[in-house]
């Protein structure tokens, strides 16, 4: 069975979506359509701009959806039994699914970026890759760290999993995780803590929006990152994604919850190939692929 992933923030490039704009018309038009939606000219922005412009979170966010969206509308052998995303990426895979419009899922997503820069811009905080422990005694240690607010936010593959929180809490979590034996506990370039308490301000923005938004039942299902689980019901799927914001990406339980249904093909569908990697991990024996 074929499972189409989509990727989240950090996968962006300058240039990216620019062959996708010269090559297709369909492409272009879908292009031209986010820049009236959104009122400014992302595509110039993806095609020309900075690594520094690309990097902000109300660029970053609907620029990585848009590639990954038109890249799935564009491929004639697009055909997915099964999608999921990762973080940001759900928005992408509900698209893809037909749970979403391009449009609707592009304006939640745009404000889903301002929301969460506004959340991070309320309190220092950030986030941390922590590789080679198991993921109990990650989440073990995190809750020792006292008076701060610290958790497991990222469950990437195993022997890689992200905390989220404080800047604090992250400083004194890194320390005693490295004690506990991590190989390393690395601070990660990222404006404030995803998936964690502190995303809450967010969360009540994007909740209004998301009820606010007509989903669909779509054509397959959409495993999604707060319970790693298969749902094609549209009012479950709004409630997940409400809840994804300050709630745990489970990816490593994502793919493996797949391949446990039957998924052995996994085609990354947008830029990079983060997800391949992670899923070479999770599953060395599936394979592997990008659109």
């Known amino acids: 069975m074929k499972a189409y992933l989509f990727p989240g923030q950090g996968s ?10 010269q090559s297709s018309k369909e492409a272009k038009d879908l292009f031209e359509l986010a820049n009236q939606v959104l009122g400014f000219e992302i595509s110039k922005i993806m095609f020309e701009g900075s690594d520094e ?36 990426g759900e928005f992408s895979a509900l ?12 304006r ?7 929301a969460m820069q506004k959340a991070c811009e309320m309190s220092p905080s950030g986030m941390a890759a922590i590789l080679g ?18 958790i497991a936010a990222n ?49 009540i923005e994007l909740e209004t929006a998301i009820h606010k938004t007509t989903f ?13 689980l298969p749902c094609i019901d549209a009012a479950t799927i709004k409630q997940n994604l409400i809840a994804q914001l300050t709630a ?11 391949v446990t249904d039957g998924a052995n093909v996994f085609i990354e569908c947008g830029p990079g190939k983060v997800l391949q990697g992670l899923v070479k991990k999770i599953s060395p024996s599936s394979e592997t692929a990008s659109v």
């Not at 005694?137 to 701060?148: N, S």
């Not at 800047?167 to 964690?196: D, T, Y």
Request: glycine residues 6%.
């Open 108 to 114: 939640l997503v745009y404000q889903r970026a301002l």
């Open 53 to 88: 412009e690309l990097k902000q979170t109300k660029v970053t966010q609907p620029a990585i959806f848009l590639h990954s969206v038109i890249l799935a509308k564009t491929t004639s052998a697009f055909s997915p039994e099964m999608v999921a995303g990762h973080s940001l």
């Open 216 to 228: 669909s039942k779509p054509f397959c299902p959409v495993y999604q990152n707060v319970n790693a």
């Open 248 to 258: 745990p990406v489970r990816w490593t339980q994502t793919i493996q919850n797949m």
């Open 155 to 203: 469950y990437n593959c195993p022997g890689q999993l992200v905390i989220s929180g404080s800047n604090l809490g992250i400083e004194k979590a890194c320390v005693a995780l490295k004690e506990a034996g991590a190989k390393r506990a690395l601070p990660l370039p990222v404006s404030g803590a995803f998936h964690s308490p502190l995303m809450e301000p967010a969360r």
């Open 12 to 21: 962006q490039f300058s240039g990216m979506g620019s062959a996708l704009y």
């Open 133 to 150: 422990l198991e993921d109990s005694k990650v989440e073990e240690i995190c809750a020792t760290i006292a008076d701060e607010i610290v």
């Open 95 to 106: 698209v893809a699914n037909g749970a979403l419009s391009f449009e609707d899922g592009l």
